[in-house]
């Protein structure tokens, strides 16, 4: 998984949409990386000994999901309340309950050559899940002070999830995702196939 911006892009996606050109297209991405035009977002490696391969890099953030309302003072005449509120030094949601979710690089392969072993048929789920931002919800409003508001994660997902054939040594493109605002940008998923490595 590669992220680059447009111009380094499009000479690297006529590469690998040209089957005869995955040694090209390999050698091209290796000198993207090495000048720094594309940066590596993942390299996953998997042994190909079994039918069905994975592996992950993955982190996991924990989040609040569910809040108790914040508590006005008590036992304060009503015609007091407003005025108590105004200067009530404490307003907030406390976390009763909280949510988990992991974010990272991921692929699953399913891998079966054929019995010539000139081809490989792979079954691929590839997936990026990124902690995109903080962003801020108000809830709601108490005399006299700003609303009030807790703080949510927005999370971003690119996923390519497909099935192929591959030659031995072919690189093929499985995925073209634009990054998300505000990055200007592709992130690309290539896939090789290494029947000799068993990769």
């Known amino acids: 998984?590669?992220?680059?911006?447009?111009?380094?892009?499009?000479?690297?996606?006529?590469l690998v949409g040209n089957p005869d050109s995955g040694a090209q297209a390999w050698l091209e991405t290796a000198r993207l990386l090495e000048t720094g035009e594309a940066t590596l977002e993942a390299d996953l490696i998997a042994k190909a000994s079994r039918h069905r391969v994975s592996t992950k890099t993955l982190e996991?953030?924990?989040?609040?999901?569910?809040?108790?309302?914040?508590?006005?003072?008590?036992?304060?005449?009503?015609?007091?309340?407003?005025?108590?509120?105004?200067?009530?030094?404490?307003?907030?949601?406390?976390?009763?309950?909280?949510?988990?979710?992991?974010?990272?690089e991921s692929m699953e392969l399913v891998v079966e050559p054929s019995p010539d072993g000139k081809q490989i048929r792979v079954e691929y789920d590839l997936r990026h899940k990124?902690?995109?931002?903080?962003?801020?919800?108000?809830?709601?409003?108490?005399?006299?002070?700003?609303?009030?508001?807790?703080?949510?994660?927005?999370?971003?997902?690119m996923t390519s999830v497909s099935t192929a054939t591959f030659r031995d040594g072919e690189v093929m493109l499985v995925g073209a995702h634009a990054l998300p605002p505000p990055e200007q940008g592709f992130e690309l998923f290539l896939l090789r196939v290494d029947q000799r490595g068993r990769q």
Do not use: N
């Open 130 to 157: 990124r902690l995109q931002r903080w962003q801020t919800f108000a809830y709601a409003e108490a005399a006299g002070v700003k609303r009030l508001s807790i703080v949510r994660p927005i999370f971003h997902e």
């Open 60 to 104: 996991e953030v924990r989040y609040p999901r569910e809040f108790a309302p914040p508590q006005p003072p008590i036992e304060l005449p009503p015609a007091r309340t407003a005025e108590a509120m105004k200067v009530w030094p404490y307003f907030g949601a406390t976390p009763t309950a909280y949510e988990a979710q992991e974010i990272g």
């Open 1 to 14: 998984m590669i992220s680059l911006p447009r111009a380094a892009a499009l000479p690297l996606l006529a």
